[in-house]
């Protein structure tokens, strides 16, 4: 029957829906992390792979921006740092609150607390972000460590927004953290973390603005709060996220829950006391800094607790690790953890650091740690959930395969020519050799290491493209059905 | 909707080869750091460019010349051993004071007697062309004059 509109009477119009301009519907937020993290990865990847190509080819330019004396500076530390920027603040920490996001209401049963906050969380952090990142190219980076060095003010706005997503984990956990999955202790104490150690930094630069700190003191704090931020937020957040896929991944429980919570106290104990290695200095007691490489040295107890704990949960469920999908990503994130681990307790002895210290050794293990370990457990997080916030599955195998070789192979070659660089460096500095030819010897290892990267650069737009078709053309699909029992909708 | 679905366990208790291997690891780490409390760190290198570590000062400053040393690329250390102290060919930092220990720096200390050895480090000025420099690099592209007068101060303190 057709309906003449103007006849409609006023009860008869359906009500306008309320459009609010901040979503709050469920699974909104985990959605917009999601997504900014696919597009920081592909600015980070691109990033690395520029920051790698200017230690093959010396580029550096300056120029005014024509107001407040202020340049743009272009060299190869300030690329270098927004690299580091964009792939631990923007890839890994918008993963990182997706992560939070996405598993917090399915381990509790309940709704997450402050969906709107945590949009808005989204804007502040990603905001904050993109402009210290354009900062790092226009003021005086200091004695600071990368990720130390956007200024003050926007460093503000990153722990703002920290500060709402802990807010919201807490007020939707803290009731029944108790008794609740090992994924949440990690996550819990993680965002605390990443919390303390943002707010630290701001407010040390906030000192720092008015009474003129010691560069020495910066320098130090500087060289903590990136090692923290590492082994705290970033290592936390691997081991909550793993903690969290395989089981989902391949729909079996979780081997051994003594051994996820041991995992988590020994990482609880040595995570904080890790940072201590890194304040080498003349005013810094020896016995302090050796205890922070003893704990450097002894997070591999963590590591491979985990590994053994996950390997044993796929445990009758290999063919899964062959096809890419959750558990293949999580095994080679596995893999990934206790390899850097090993390489980092390696890394940390006096005599190894007297030899390689500030080499190219140092890059290929962050490489191996941030893209190896972290982005493939952020990978096989994303690829379980993605289809059951979107409600949508991934458009085919090409793309999610495509991501996870050129990812592996990638950060495999980019690592391990780096390390090898590193080792050659650090051999002819001892010798004594002329910076020139060192330069000359290291060439070719930069020179692997920029194809490898450049893999992995093909991996993270894969990533984005895979997302992106799944959003627009992906088949629709239902994992949770309501009044389903619990048990049968576990892993799905 | 938001489905509770639990992640279960297959045991929840913690098998004794994970105590095991905890506590033995703990050991192994708690013996190295007992071996390792007494010694002393180099100074801090500080990320970036010397520029601020050098300005902090005004005049010659040993601690930044310290802090500049260990941030020399290629380090001191490297070649001068651990400690400056000398190693293989190349000298000993300590006592530079009193004179230089190489053959082919006697020249050089007699004819600029207060700055041979900020002229060397720097190794760019006429003064120093001809002069076989034996693997040493030239700083004076790596660090400010004022920089390198620090580092000069930071040596003249080693006995």
Request: charged share 10%.
């Amino acid at each position: 029957m057709t309906v003449n509109p103007k006849k409609l009477r006023p009860y008869d119009t359906p009500p306008k829906r309320r459009r609010s301009l901040i979503p709050e519907a469920p699974d909104s937020a985990a959605t917009g992390f999601f997504v900014a993290a696919a597009l920081w990865l592909a600015l980070a990847t691109a990033l690395g792979t520029l920051a790698i190509g200017m230690r093959l080819v010396d580029i550096s330019f300056s120029f005014g921006l024509g107001f407040f004396d202020l340049s743009l500076t272009f060299d190869a530390r300030r690329v270098e740092y927004a690299f580091v920027n964009a792939t631990v603040y923007g890839w890994l920490t918008n993963a990182g609150f997706a992560a939070v996001a996405f598993m917090t209401p399915r381990l509790l049963g309940r709704r997450l607390a402050m969906e709107k906050g945590l949009n808005g969380a989204l804007v502040i952090w990603n905001l904050s972000l993109a402009g210290g990142i354009a900062a790092l190219y226009v003021f005086d980076l200091g004695p600071h460590a990368p990720l130390t060095a956007i200024p003050w003010l926007i460093d503000g706005g990153l722990a703002l927004g920290a500060l709402i997503v802990t807010g919201a984990f807490f007020a939707t956990a803290a009731t029944s953290l108790r008794g609740s999955y090992v994924s949440l202790w990690f996550a819990g104490v993680a965002l605390l973390s990443l919390l303390g150690l943002l707010s630290l930094n701001a407010g040390l630069g906030l000192i720092d603005f008015f009474l003129d700190l010691p560069e020495l003191l910066i320098a130090l704090a500087s060289v903590y709060i990136e090692r923290a931020i590492s082994v705290m937020w970033l290592l936390g957040m691997a081991y909550a996220t793993l903690h969290y896929a395989v089981p989902r991944g391949t729909g079996q429980p979780l081997a051994w829950a003594g051994i996820g919570m041991l995992t988590f106290v020994t990482w609880l104990v040595l995570a904080p006391v890790a940072g201590l290695a890194a304040l080498v200095d003349v005013s810094i007691p020896y016995a302090i800094t050796s205890v922070g490489i003893v704990a450097t040295m002894l997070l591999l107890v963590p590591a491979a607790l985990a590994v053994v704990n996950l390997v044993q949960t796929m445990q009758g469920r290999w063919t899964l690790v062959f096809s890419a999908g959750t558990a293949a990503f999580a095994i080679v994130s596995l893999s990934f953890l206790f390899a850097a681990s090993l390489l980092e307790a390696i890394g940390a002895l006096r005599v190894v650091d007297e030899l390689v210290g500030g080499t190219d050794w140092e890059r290929g293990v962050f490489l191996w740690s941030a893209y190896g370990t972290f982005t493939l457990a952020a990978f096989a997080l994303a690829e379980h959930a993605l289809p059951r916030i979107l409600r949508r599955a991934w458009g085919g195998g090409f793309l999610s395969g495509a991501q996870l070789w050129l990812a592996f192979g990638g950060v495999t070659v980019a690592g391990l020519a780096l390390m090898a660089g590193g080792l050659a460096e650090g051999s002819l500095l001892a010798e004594g050799t002329a910076p020139d030819a060192i330069g000359e010897a290291v060439m070719i290892y930069r020179a692997v290491a920029f194809g490898g990267f450049g893999m992995l650069a093909l991996a993270g737009l894969a990533f984005l493209a895979n997302l992106f078709l799944m959003y627009t053309s992906g088949e629709p699909v239902d994992y949770a059905v309501s009044g389903q029992s619990a048990t049968a909708a576990a892993g799905h | 909707m938001t489905v509770h679905t639990p992640i279960e366990s297959r045991s929840g208790g913690l098998p004794p080869w994970a105590i095991g291997l905890t506590v033995f690891v703990f050991l192994v780490g708690g013996v190295y750091l007992l071996s390792n409390l007494a010694g002393q760190n180099p100074a801090l290198a500080i990320p970036g460019a010397s520029a601020p570590v050098a300005s902090g000062g005004g005049g010659a400053d040993p601690a930044v010349g310290a802090a500049l040393v260990a941030q020399a690329q290629p380090q001191c250390a490297a070649c001068h051993g651990p400690d400056l102290a000398g190693q293989a060919n190349f000298p000993s930092l300590h006592g530079i004071a009193d004179g230089p220990k190489s053959e082919n720096l006697q020249d050089l200390a007699a004819q600029h007697p207060d700055d041979w050895i900020a002229l060397w480090i720097e190794g760019t000025t006429p003064e120093t062309q001809g002069i076989d420099r034996g693997g040493m690099p030239v700083f004076g592209e790596q660090f400010s004059r004022e920089q390198i007068d620090s580092i000069v101060a930071y040596l003249k303190t080693l006995p």
